[in-house]
């Protein structure tokens, strides 16, 4: 007897566990609506305007290509994308305002953080955008490149060029 009742409850284990496997929606799977912008960068900076060249500055810690990232908020905005330099470069986070049928961004006067006295810095972002096959990843093939210009409230005057390709994942 004991044996039939083994029997039994393992095919309605086996039972329910198939039918839990079961799908819940037709619904294909799909992207975001900035998928197209969206993605992990190798880049590198320049000071365009000022007095010192950060590939310089930062060649002393050994950072020259620093990664950051893009990526849809979560409300899935048609015109926001979150971009991220992960703290490699200035710290910041912001959402900036794209436009993906022309692939690209921008940003005025956003919050960034508070500094040691308490006072606001904030970045404004110009001439972003992305170029489908704009550059080549580190084994010559074309990929995807990302630029803009970014000046931070904290160091007026200084103007800063953000250029790089799509991580290769190499």
Do not use: Q
């Not at 905005?77 to 703290?87: A, G, Q, R």
């Amino acid at each position: 007897m004991k044996k039939y009742f083994s029997i039994f409850a393992l095919a309605l284990v086996m039972g329910l566990g198939f039918a839990s496997c079961s799908t819940e929606t037709d619904e294909p799977a799909g992207g975001t609506k900035v998928e197209k912008m969206a993605g992990h960068w190798v880049v590198n900076t320049d000071l365009i305007d000022g007095t010192d060249t950060i590939p310089n500055v930062y060649a002393d810690y050994g950072i020259v290509d620093w990664d950051m990232i893009t990526y849809n908020t979560a409300n899935d905005d048609k015109d926001l994308m979150w971009l991220s330099d992960n703290d490699n470069f200035w710290g910041y986070t912001i959402k900036v305002n794209v436009d993906v049928n022309a692939l690209t961004f921008d940003c005025k006067d956003l919050y960034i953080y508070s500094d040691d006295e308490g006072n606001d810095v904030t970045c404004t972002i110009t001439n972003g955008r992305i170029v489908p096959n704009g550059g080549l990843n580190v084994n010559g093939k074309p990929t995807d490149a990302i630029m803009y210009n970014i000046e931070f409230s904290d160091d007026p005057g200084s103007l800063y060029f953000v250029h790089g390709v799509r991580y290769a994942g190499f």
